[in-house]
Nanobody, 124 residues
Framework: VQLQAFGGGLVQVGAYLRLSCAAS????????MGWFRQVPGNEREFVAA????????RYADSVKGRFSISRDNAKNTVYLQMNSLKPEDTAVYYC??????????????????WGQGTLVTVSS
């Protein structure tokens, strides 16, 4: 299984970015997907997750109302639309593929495959 995340970059406060994560090596819609982020020196933290069908989503409180996770099962791709970006959103963002297609999971241990990360820097 391979996950390739891309779309990060340097943006100003209030701007938007869309991250993408392309998956291969397993039947995509059989598995929930998640986005996590990590700042050097800190633990990796949950951002958003989506069930295999795309019908259920979950968000960290810090991004609710600003970020939106979606997936295109025909393209084996999951997206993270990030709006109204803040300096505290600066981090390396990782996509992950879960063990099941069930309710979107928020814990690290619920995911068994990880992408390489893409850096998002929000400048004030």
């Amino acid at each position: 299984v391979q996950l390739q995340a891309f779309g990060g970059g340097l943006v100003q406060v209030g701007a938007y970015l869309r991250l993408s994560c392309a998956a291969s090596g397993r039947t995509f819609n059989n598995y929930g997907m998640g986005w996590f982020r990590q700042v050097p020196g800190n633990e990796r933290e949950f951002v958003a997750a989506i069930s295999g069908s795309g019908g259920s989503t979950r968000y960290a409180d810090s991004v609710k109302g600003r970020f939106s996770i979606s997936r295109d099962n025909a393209k084996n791709t999951v997206y993270l639309q990030m709006n109204s970006l803040k300096p505290e959103d600066t981090a390396v963002y990782y996509c992950a593929s879960g063990y099941t297609a069930a309710l979107p999971a928020t814990t690290l241990g619920s995911y068994n495959y990880w992408g390489q990360g893409t850096l998002v820097t929000v400048s004030s």
